[in-house]
């Protein structure tokens, strides 16, 4: 850390006593480049398997990002090139504007959160967040109170002189966080830390991850494999498969306009009905399904008259009517199945060989039976143009 | 009720344990008692132990300590009883054996290292050849040794094929040093193997990423971890260094002398049984202390690992 942030944190620390944020934030004048972290063109090669394929993504100064994907798409390697653990086979990787070529790990302004949290079982807690700072030099009374206040952050501690073995998951991975955070990186890295956590606790730290990095004011960069994760806690997500970026964007675009299946598909759940495109008219697309339906449907890129093209619509975004209304995307159906799950019902529905989900909103508290589809009944379809999606194959 | 069930517990530890105590008691406690009675009585005309008791042998190998720093390690020192040279040999017999161990050590890290980073078929391999030695005679093995550094044995050949001097290597220290790893380097390499398969590389990469280089990872994170290994490896090759007779006599050729020979005289070609005793029982002390000296200086690590 240069000199001058400790005379910013100096002054600043008696008038925000207990302002974490303060304390821990990188003053603007420390930002060289709009971007923390780029990947320009990086692709990474083990042996005969392209784990990462020319991939490209400027992530911004104090964002939350995802990158996002199955297992074995290349996430993790990405984060482990950024993190200097892998060496780009091709491409650059920069941070802070600055080129890091074959820059070490221990020379990279960036600390990692592991999956297995790493910690070193042979030290306390306090040696465990200490060793970042005693490996810069930072002198022992210093240390003593960045360890002290690193753990309050984490609110653990009364745990300092606790061995990482005597401490459940979630606390570990507090203590790794604290000894990442410790050193105020300038981006933070983190391979799916809560993958090992159960989903109660999971749910608890997603939601203190996202205060914590507003409150400090780090660039996060998070890998996981739970779109729900991601969605819930980034401001922006890479979505990756086999290697490449299939789309950047924030949750909502991510969700709302996926450019491609395999995004609409691995985001939340979709429909999709596969035809040819009829006519292309401004921002819509009319296609042809199973030869005698005409969907419309927002046009996507790439979708041109003739073309192969998936309509991708969201179950929540489909409705069941007792009667047709005459709008588009109207179609007789018939029940399948259906599932109450409290809060929705879902409905399973045949439209010719294509099944459909069905997501109707319980917006009304009722024990009538009769209110709810039957298995078996004839119902109608609809949906809204815009609602839809078409995509190009 | 819970009461008998642990009573019949404890029994059934203690009928457990029996044949192993049994074992130690009748093969190690009371010869370890004789030999300490024995130390402690005087020797007849033929060198055997017999009455009076007395403190004469200890007094031997203590009275004629001299603060004299101009001890030299070569000329092979034979052991000539009241010549006041006892706290030397013991000296040289310890720095014998832990240079020996830090060669040892030396070479089997690399090895183990090497072995806990194949894949799981072929670490089974290097395990087994690492093992292969035992199923010769030590005694074998070490005449084989000998053969290898002979004045006309393979590697002399080889230095005057290359054109070199050939050396001067069979009945020096350096034949003992060597013999001495060649014997114990598996005894480093298993110990430290199992610590080194065990070790969570992740670790050197958290090292790393909070700013320690590659020597820093090694000394705060690596060495820590893997301390049992070392620790175990260090004591099984120090300690029968220290106490080694057979390669003494087959590679120093008697001109190296180290402890365990000189005991082993006492109790052959010098016929002083009382003597031979009161070194082994002070050699053995020594060896402990040291060993829990060595112990102590890892144990709060230790303590963490375990």
Not at chain 1, 45 to 53: H, I, M, P, S
Not at chain 1, 236 to 262: C, D, H, M, N, W
Not at chain 1, 316 to 324: A, S, T
Request: hydrophobic share 45%.
């Amino acid at each position: 850390m240069p000199g001058g942030f400790r005379i910013i944190a100096f002054i600043a620390s008696p008038v925000f006593e207990r302002s974490w944020g303060r304390q821990f934030s990188i003053p603007e004048a420390d930002a060289l480049s709009e971007f923390a972290v780029e990947m320009r063109d990086v692709s990474k090669v083990f042996g005969d398997v392209v784990a990462v394929d020319h991939v490209s993504i400027s992530i911004r100064q104090k964002e939350f990002f995802a990158l996002l994907g199955p297992s074995g798409c290349g996430k993790t390697t990405s984060l482990r090139m950024i993190a200097g653990f892998e060496r780009p086979t091709s491409g650059e990787i920069y941070i802070d504007g600055r080129a890091m070529g074959g820059t070490p790990p221990f020379q990279r302004n960036v600390n990692t959160v592991f999956q297995s949290y790493a910690l070193f079982p042979h030290m306390t807690v306090e040696q465990n967040v200490g060793f970042g700072l005693e490996m810069k030099g930072v002198s022992k009374s210093e240390i003593v109170r960045r360890v002290g206040e690193a753990l309050e952050l984490v609110r653990l501690p009364q745990l300092a002189k606790r061995y990482p073995r005597q401490m459940s998951g979630g606390q570990q991975q507090r203590v790794a966080l604290a000894r990442a955070l410790v050193n105020r990186p300038k981006v933070l890295l983190l391979d799916e830390p809560l993958g090992a956590l159960d989903a109660k606790l999971r749910k608890e730290m997603q939601i203190e991850l996202k205060t914590l990095q507003r409150e400090v004011g780090i660039t996060f960069i998070f890998v996981t494999h739970d779109q729900e994760e991601a969605l819930t806690m980034s401001d922006r997500i890479a979505v990756f498969s086999k290697g490449k970026v299939l789309q950047i964007g924030t949750p909502l675009e991510i969700y709302e306009r996926p450019t491609t299946r395999f995004v609409a598909d691995f985001i939340g759940e979709t429909n999709f009905l596969e035809g040819k495109v009829k006519e292309v008219d401004g921002e819509f697309a009319r296609v042809l399904v199973n030869g005698d339906r005409i969907f419309v449907g927002r046009a996507m890129e790439g979708v041109r008259p003739g073309g192969d093209a998936t309509i991708s619509v969201r179950p929540e975004k489909v409705q069941l009517i007792e009667q047709p209304d005459g709008s588009p995307n109207c179609y007789e159906v018939q029940v399948h199945s259906i599932a109450y799950v409290g809060s929705d019902t879902r409905v399973l529905v045949l439209l010719g060989s294509n099944r459909l989900g069905v997501w109707e909103q319980n917006t009304v508290s009722t024990l009538d039976p009769n209110y709810f589809f039957k298995p078996g009944e004839k119902a109608w379809l609809t949906f809204r143009p815009e609602n839809a999606l078409v995509l190009a194959q | 009720m819970i009461q008998t069930f642990r009573e019949r517990r404890s029994l059934r530890i203690a009928g457990l344990m029996s044949p192993g105590a049994f074992w130690l008691v009748a093969f190690f406690l009371i010869p370890l008692l004789i030999m300490a009675v024995i130390s402690f009585m005087s020797r007849d005309q033929f060198g055997f132990p017999a009455p009076p008791f007395t403190l004469q042998n200890y007094w031997d190998i203590v009275k004629d300590i001299r603060l004299n720093p101009s001890v030299s390690l070569e000329g092979g020192l034979t052991v000539r009883l009241f010549d006041g040279l006892y706290l030397e040999l013991f000296w040289r017999s310890i720095w014998l054996a832990l240079i020996s161990t830090i060669i040892t050590l030396l070479i089997a890290f690399p090895v183990a290292l090497f072995m806990s980073r194949l894949s799981r078929r072929y670490r089974n391999l290097a395990l087994f050849l690492v093992m292969i030695p035992f199923w010769t005679n030590f005694l074998v093995r070490t005449y084989a040794l000998q053969f290898m550094l002979r004045g006309n044995g393979p590697i002399n050949t080889l230095l005057r094929a290359l054109g070199l001097e050939p050396l001067d290597l069979l009945f020096t220290p350096t034949a003992v040093m060597i013999g001495l790893v060649y014997g114990n380097l598996p005894f480093m390499i298993l110990p430290l193997y199992t610590s080194l398969e065990k070790f969570d590389w992740t670790m050197i990469e958290a090292a790393n990423d909070l700013g320690a280089n590659t020597l820093r990872a090694f000394q705060r994170v690596m060495l820590p971890l893997i301390s049992p290994g070392l620790l175990a490896g260090s004591i099984l090759t120090f300690v029968p260094a220290i106490g080694s007779y057979i390669t003494v006599e087959l590679m120093g050729g008697g001109r190296t002398n180290m402890i365990g020979y000189a005991i082993a005289q006492q109790f052959s070609a010098s016929v002083n049984w009382p003597f031979g005793s009161a070194m082994s029982l002070l050699m053995m002390i020594i060896v402990t202390i040291a060993a829990v000296l060595y112990f102590r200086s890892g144990r709060g690590e230790q303590r963490a690992v375990l």
